[in-house]
């Protein structure tokens, strides 16, 4: 089975600045992918970021960039010059290799971007 | 590419009605999962279709059902509803949904039941 923990359930920052939304995970499986999305409070679940477990660098896209590290399993979403637009609520999630597998949900973590 | 698509977006019922809540996939996409999102519990798994089978379900009880057409359209239905059942019901869709392949939801149903 797999899980995902995400420890801040808020965090807060100020316009411009960078801020880390901490993912940890547990698998067996040595074959994953790990995903960020980000949900607004319209409710919509839009896809950020991926980063397979056998990828060698760090995914970006844009202003967002994953810290994977793979020996501490973590898989932390970093968001560079935050932006008004960037308050919502971040799920990290999880999904094996093997099988058909399904996505696995942190609890989320609500960012609010402050002018 | 157009995105999933869900209907309808709002839903109000009462205790003991049932209600149908239908997904379109992005074009292309055979995959269509369904997940539940509550405060309580957060996103719950329900099941997922592909190729008009459900290949993997969720721990859901019996009044939690689904189907997909061969257009991959996919419905899901709760029968005899239940105050609990108030939730976001989320879809994704996915090419084959094998391996690792990023799944896209779309806006979600909010179910109300009174």
């Known amino acids: 089975a797999q899980k995902i923990t995400q420890t801040q359930p808020g965090m807060f920052v100020q316009e411009k600045e960078a801020v880390t939304l901490d993912c940890t995970y547990d698998?067996?499986?040595?074959?994953?992918?790990l995903f960020w999305y980000k949900q607004p409070s319209s409710g919509e679940m839009i896809f950020l970021i991926y980063q397979g477990s056998y990828d060698q660098q760090n995914a970006t896209e844009g202003r967002y960039s994953l810290n994977f590290q793979k020996a501490r399993k973590s898989a932390n979403l970093v968001i560079s010059a935050s932006q008004l637009g960037d308050s919502a609520m971040y799920f990290c999630?999880?999904?094996?290799?093997?099988?058909?597998?399904?996505?696995?949900f942190g609890k989320g973590t609500m960012l609010l971007v402050s002018p | 590419k157009a995105g999933v698509t869900q209907t309808p977006r709002y839903l109000i019922k009462t205790r003991g009605q049932q209600v149908t809540l239908s997904c379109s996939p992005i074009s292309g996409h055979r995959s269509v999962s369904w997940y539940q999102q509550t405060p309580g519990q957060g996103l719950q798994f329900l099941f997922e279709y592909f190729s008009e089978t459900q290949r993997n379900k969720g721990n859901f009880p019996g009044r939690f059902s689904g189907r997909q057409f061969s257009n991959s359209r996919s419905e899901m239905n709760v029968s005899t509803l239940e105050l609990g059942d108030s939730a976001l019901y989320l879809c994704?869709?996915?090419?084959?949904?094998?391996?690792?392949?990023?799944?896209?939801f779309g806006p979600g149903t909010r179910l109300l039941v009174l």
């Open positions: 698998t067996s499986d040595p074959s994953y992918g």
């Open positions: 999630a999880m999904r094996v290799q093997s099988g058909y597998s399904t996505l696995t």
């Open positions: 994704a869709s996915s090419l084959s949904g094998q391996g690792q392949e990023t799944q896209y």
